[in-house]
Nanobody, 123 residues
Framework: VQLQASGGGLVQAGDSLRLSCAASERTFSSYTMGWFRQAPGKEREFVTAVNWNGGSTSIADSVKGRFTISRDNAKNTVYLQMNSLKPEDTAVYYC?????????????????WGQGTLVTVSS
């Protein structure tokens, strides 16, 4: 499956941004989808994930209460709504897909990756 992430940009602290990740696969609904991020000089870290039908989500403590993941299987797209952005949220954000729900939490196990979209939050 090919993933195309978009929606990144330069925003100020406190602003909101919505990322999108469009999948090419017609069986998109069979994949667990996730978002990771990688700041300069740091390892890629898990941000959030959603199961195949949107009924179950998981989110990192660092973004809990500010970020929300959702998916639209009719559009083969997963979204990341980011509110109350902070400078420490600055990173390249990647979407990922895997058929195995538990693999989505480990960047070394995810089968498919988007190209990344840069989010820069200024103070």
């Amino acid at each position: 499956v090919q993933l195309q992430a978009s929606g990144g940009g330069l925003v100020q602290a406190g602003d909101s941004l919505r990322l999108s990740c469009a999948a090419s696969e017609r069986t998109f609904s069979s994949y667990t989808m996730g978002w990771f991020r990688q700041a300069p000089g740091k390892e890629r870290e898990f941000v959030t994930a959603v199961n195949w039908n949107g009924g179950s989500t998981s989110i990192a403590d660092s973004v809990k209460g500010r970020f929300t993941i959702s998916r639209d299987n009719a559009k083969n797209t997963v979204y990341l709504q980011m509110n109350s952005l902070k400078p420490e949220d600055t990173a390249v954000y990647y979407c990922a897909a895997d058929r195995n729900y538990w693999n989505i939490f480990d960047p070394t196990k995810c089968d498919y990756w988007g190209q990344g979209t840069l989010v820069t939050v200024s103070s």
